[in-house]
């Protein structure tokens, strides 16, 4: 429910005082989530994801510390923008400020703001479960369906977000599934059938993103002195994208 237009400025005065670590913001999204966003990129991830472009967003204790007021003040100066569009909290991975996200989530229902998640699910749904069902929508990394190649892929299990997404079907919440197509790793057939074969049944997925891998954050490894696994692999061909598309297509899944 929105509170009238006149009681918003009191309201954001009022919000209850708690702080984000925040990486960055952008206030003219078009590419997280539906229509033109504002993107509040959270610090801190626990995942090592080999393509990551984002490597400075790793450290929970880095970035700046800002109030909820001030990031609710932000949107407010944009917000005609934001009438098609919404907020899109990502990462790093948003939901390891769970206590933030709850609170910024109400908040902006409240405001009457579409939100969006952009998460990896790996937090545990005692955690997250709380700012999911707060959400309109999750943008939903699934990284690998292979366990081990997950594990290699990003140091951890998928168990989690898989029940994430279970969690999402059963409250139908609309879900637009990430996967980011890195040759020689995620971009083989026989992984993007798998990954069609299951999505098929999830009627909560709306939409199948497929990313290709870029080379773009590969300075920043070098910045932080941080070895870049990847420094040599190719990026997907258009031909390699079209391809992944249209076996994901096949199984009744927009992309
Ligand atoms: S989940 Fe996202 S931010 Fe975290 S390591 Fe992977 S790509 Fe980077």
Redesign the pocket.
Known sequence: MCIKKINKIEFINNVKKIKARVHSIETFGAVDGPGIRFVLFLQG?????L?????D??DLNSGNEVSLKNILKNIMAYKKFYKKGGVTIS???PLLQHEFLFEFLDALNMLGFHSAIDT?G?IDLKYSQKCIDRANMLLL?I?ELEEEDCIEL??YSNKNTLKTLQYCQSINKEVWIRY?CVPNYTLKNEKLHKLGNLLKDYSCVKKVDLIPFHQLGSYKYKDLNIAYKLESSPTPSTEQMQNAKEIINGYGLQT
């Open positions: 991830c626990h995942l090592r994801c393509y990551c472009h984002n490597p967003s790793w990462g790093g991975e990896n790996f990394d990284k990003t140091g980011v």
